[in-house]
C-alpha cells in the first residue's frame, strides 16, 4: 500500500474555513499598526544561522534547541529557518541603510516562524507571528516604550483576547546587566544545588535564566532571593518613566522582577503578556522588550548610539485565547441555479458576469435536482440565489432569491447584475 502523508508534527494546515479569521487577524493589525505610523516590512523565511546565533544568544533555548537548520551543499554557508522576526529585521535595516535615511524607522510584520520544539496545546514548530520594532539613532525614550506596550494591548484588545494581562520589567543598561549577572552569581551561589539541573547550568552560562525556571523549588529560590534588580539611577529613573507614562495611558500593568525572557538580546524594559481563555501552560500571547546592543551586535555603526524596542504576538495563541477558532465564515454573495442541463451556459455567463462586477459567485457544475442546488447554496451561505428554469430563460430573466428573508422576485436577465450590485 502507498504510503499516506500527513502534515509534519507540530505544523498545522489553515484550511479553507478559517482564512475569514487570519484575513480578519491581519488586516486588523496592518490597519492598526499603521496607524502608529509603522510600515509592513516582508523578509525572508530563511537567514544565515549565524544571524540568529550571534542575535539570540548561545545560551538561549531558542539557539540550542530549536533551530530548523537548512540542509546546505557548502561547508561555510548554513541557513536556519527564522525562529523569530527581530534579527532579520535588524539585519535588513543595516544592509538597506534605514539608519542614514531616517532617525527612527518604525517596521511590522507579519509571517510564518519556526522552532523544533516539543508541540503541545499553543506550542508549535511552525507558528505566525505579528511582530513590531522601532529602530533609530538615538531613539531611546521611554515614550517610545510605552507607544510600543500600549500598541500591543491594542492589537489584543481589537482581536478578542480575552483579560490580557501585562507584566513588565527592567533589566538595565548593558553594564547594568553585567553588574546584575554578577550579583545574581553571588545570591544564588549559596542555593547552587538545590537549584535543578538546568538551573545549575544557567548558573554557569547566563544567570538571568534562572529567573525563568518554572520548577516549584528554583521559584521559591528565586522568590526568596530576587526582591528586585539593582539597576542602576539612571536606568531605574528610565523605567520609572515608562511606567508613569502607561499609567497615564490608562494601561493596568504588574511590575515583575523576576521577568527576564529567554532571549539573550534585551536590556531595559521587558514586557510578556498572557490571557486566559484555555491556553494551558502556554499563555504567553505575547512579548518583547529592548534591545539597544543588538544593532551594534550585527554590524551597526559603533559611532551610532542605536535604540530599538519591538514585540511578537502569536497568532495562534491569540485564536485560541479570543475563542475566535469558531466563527462562522463569511457567506457567498450569489449561488447560481440551471434547473436543467442545457440552462448551464447561460448560468456560467451569468456567474462570469457577476465575478467581473465584483460579486462572490459560484454554482454547480455538475447540476442536480432544485433542492439539491438550494442546498448547495444554502451551505456556501449565499445571500441571493439566482434561478434559470424554463420560465425564466423564455423570457429572459431570473427568479431572485433572498436566501434570508425567504423572498422571491422576477427580474430581467440583462439588469440583474447592475440591479444586484446596488444591493
Ligand atoms: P518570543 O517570546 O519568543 O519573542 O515570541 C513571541 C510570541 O510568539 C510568544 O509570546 C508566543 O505568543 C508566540 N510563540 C513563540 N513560540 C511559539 C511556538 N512555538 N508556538 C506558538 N506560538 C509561539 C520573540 O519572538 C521576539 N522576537 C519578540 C520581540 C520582538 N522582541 C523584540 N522585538
Not at 484550511?15 to 525572508?44: F, H, M, N, V
Not at 508549535?124 to 513590531?132: K, N
Not at 543598561?173 to 551561589?189: G, P
Request: a neutral charge; one cysteine or more; glycine letters at 8%.
Amino acid at each position: 500500500m502507498n504510503k499516506k502523508f500527513s502534515v509534519p508534527r507540530g505544523t498545522s494546515d489553515i484550511l479553507p474555513d478559517a482564512i475569514p479569521l487570519w484575513e480578519a487577524l491581519e488586516s486588523q493589525a496592518r490597519k492598526i499598526c499603521k496607524s502608529y505610523g509603522y510600515r509592513e516590512i516582508r523578509t525572508p523565511v530563511y537567514e544565515d544561522i549565524n544571524l540568529f546565533k550571534r542575535s539570540l544568544g548561545q545560551t538561549s533555548d531558542v539557539v540550542n534547541k530549536q533551530l530548523l537548520e537548512l540542509a546546505s551543499s557548502k561547508e561555510d554557508e548554513g541557513y536556519a529557518l527564522r525562529p523569530e522576526g527581530t534579527a532579520a529585521v535588524v539585519r535588513s535595516y543595516l544592509e538597506n541603510s534605514f539608519d542614514g535615511k531616517e532617525r527612527l524607522s518604525k517596521f511590522f510584520y507579519l509571517g510564518p516562524m519556526f522552532r523544533g520544539e516539543r508541540p503541545q496545546k499553543g506550542r508549535l514548530r511552525q507558528f505566525h507571528q505579528i511582530g513590531v520594532e522601532a529602530i533609530g539613532p538615538s531613539s531611546t525614550s521611554p515614550f517610545l516604550d510605552a507607544e510600543i506596550i500600549v500598541l500591543a494591548m491594542h492589537l489584543l484588545k481589537e482581536m478578542g483576547v480575552v483579560k490580557p494581562f501585562l507584566k513588565i520589567n527592567s533589566l538595565g543598561s548593558k553594564e547594568d546587566k553585567a553588574n546584575i549577572s554578577s550579583w545574581l552569581r553571588e545570591e544564588f551561589t549559596a542555593h547552587k544545588n538545590d537549584l535543578c539541573e538546568d538551573c545549575q547550568s544557567r548558573f554557569e552560562r547566563n544567570v538571568f535564566r534562572v529567573l525563568d525556571c518554572k520548577k516549584e523549588n528554583c521559584r521559591k529560590i528565586v522568590s526568596l532571593v530576587v526582591k528586585n534588580l539593582p539597576l542602576s539611577a539612571e536606568s531605574r529613573d528610565y523605567f520609572d518613566k515608562v511606567q508613569s507614562t502607561l499609567k497615564s495611558v490608562g494601561i493596568v500593568f504588574e511590575v515583575s522582577p523576576h521577568l527576564v525572557r529567554g532571549l539573550d538580546y534585551y536590556t531595559h524594559t521587558v514586557f510578556e503578556i498572557t490571557a486566559e481563555g484555555g491556553l494551558g501552560s502556554q499563555d504567553a500571547v505575547g512579548a518583547g522588550g529592548r534591545y539597544n546592543g543588538l544593532v551594534h551586535e550585527i554590524g551597526g555603526n559603533e559611532k551610532v548610539d542605536y535604540g530599538a524596542i519591538g514585540f511578537a504576538l502569536g497568532m495562534e495563541r491569540i485564536l485560541l485565547a479570543s475563542g475566535q477558532a469558531t466563527l462562522v465564515a463569511a457567506g457567498l454573495g450569489v449561488f447560481v441555479i440551471a434547473m436543467k442541463e442545457e440552462y448551464q451556459p447561460q448560468a456560467f455567463l451569468l456567474l462570469q458576469q457577476l465575478r467581473q462586477a465584483g460579486i462572490s459567485a459560484d454554482m454547480s457544475f455538475t447540476g442536480g435536482s432544485m433542492k439539491s442546488q438550494m442546498g448547495k447554496a444554502d451551505k456556501a451561505n449565499a445571500r441571493f440565489a439566482l434561478i434559470l428554469g424554463d420560465d425564466e430563460i423564455k423570457n429572459q430573466t431570473v427568479a431572485l432569491k433572498d436566501m434570508q428573508a425567504s423572498t422571491q422576485e422576477s427580474v430581467s436577465i440583462i439588469e440583474v447584475v447592475d440591479l444586484l450590485k446596488k444591493r
